[in-house]
């Protein structure tokens, strides 16, 4: 089994300092995507074990998702997080890496971000959700997406989100 705890460090490193704008984005939005009464989100497979050793009072439970005898785990939040340690889908929204037929990884927009986040709406100076933000939540997806767990994970959001992009504009 991998060294969860380093790999998640590590993804998390890559995507510290490297987001959609130079700015907490939540400005724009009033934090759209942190919302205490939000549905919660998905962790990547074992990332409650990183989570486990910050100071957050996230909830984690496990989702109905099972992936190899593994239950997929949920977490929510009331809204505010120490932003050093919030998890991988919030680093990463609101893109997502999605796994090719034949294998490989492209970088798209997460359809549930569609009418929610105002960073896709257009190319306005500033936000990097097509550039170097971008490549850095590739970059980190070819990394965790070694481990077979994560990279099941991936192959099966991957199945889920174009299922949902069928009924969004
Ligand atoms: S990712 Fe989008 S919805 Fe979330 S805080 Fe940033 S601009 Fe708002
Ligand atoms: S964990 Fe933090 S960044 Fe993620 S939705 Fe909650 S408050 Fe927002």
Same mark, same amino acid.
């Given at each position: 089994?991998?060294?969860? &705890?380093?790999?998640?460090?590590?993804?998390?490193?890559?995507?510290?300092?490297? !987001?959609?704008?130079?700015?907490?984005?939540?400005?724009?939005?009033?934090?759209?995507?942190?919302?205490?009464?939000?549905?919660?989100?998905?962790?990547?497979?074992?990332?409650?074990?990183?989570?486990?050793? %910050?100071?957050?009072? @996230?909830?984690? !439970?496990?989702?109905? &998702?099972?992936?190899?005898?593994?239950?997929?785990?949920?977490?929510?939040?009331?809204?505010?997080?120490?932003?050093? !340690?919030?998890?991988?889908?919030?680093?990463?929204?609101?893109? @997502?890496?999605? %796994?090719?037929? !034949?294998?490989?990884?492209?970088?798209?927009?997460?359809?549930?971000?569609?009418?929610?986040?105002?960073?896709?709406?257009?190319? &306005?100076?500033?936000?990097?959700?097509?550039?170097?933000?971008?490549?850095?939540?590739?970059?980190?997806?070819?990394?965790?997406?070694?481990?077979?767990? &994560?990279?099941? @994970?991936?192959?099966?959001?991957?199945?889920?989100?174009?299922?949902?992009?069928?009924?969004?504009?």
């Amino acid at each position: 089994m991998s060294d969860y &705890i380093n790999l998640y460090t590590r993804a998390y490193m890559l995507l510290e300092t490297r !987001t959609p704008m130079m700015f907490d984005c939540g400005a724009l939005c009033s934090s759209a995507c942190c919302n205490e009464n939000g549905l919660g989100m998905l962790l990547f497979p074992y990332e409650e074990e990183y989570l486990a050793k %910050t100071n957050n009072d @996230f909830i984690i !439970t496990d989702s109905n &998702i099972e992936i190899q005898g593994y239950k997929v785990k949920l977490l929510r939040c009331n809204g505010t997080c120490d932003r050093h !340690t919030r998890p991988l889908a919030c680093r990463i929204f609101p893109l @997502f890496p999605f %796994t090719g037929e !034949t294998g490989g990884i492209s970088v798209e927009f997460d359809p549930r971000a569609y009418g929610t986040c105002p960073l896709l709406l257009t190319d &306005i100076e500033g936000i990097y959700t097509r550039g170097l933000f971008r490549l850095m939540v590739l970059k980190t997806a070819h990394m965790i997406s070694h481990d077979p767990m &994560i990279n099941s @994970f991936l192959v099966n959001m991957t199945k889920e989100l174009k299922t949902i992009k069928l009924f969004r504009p």
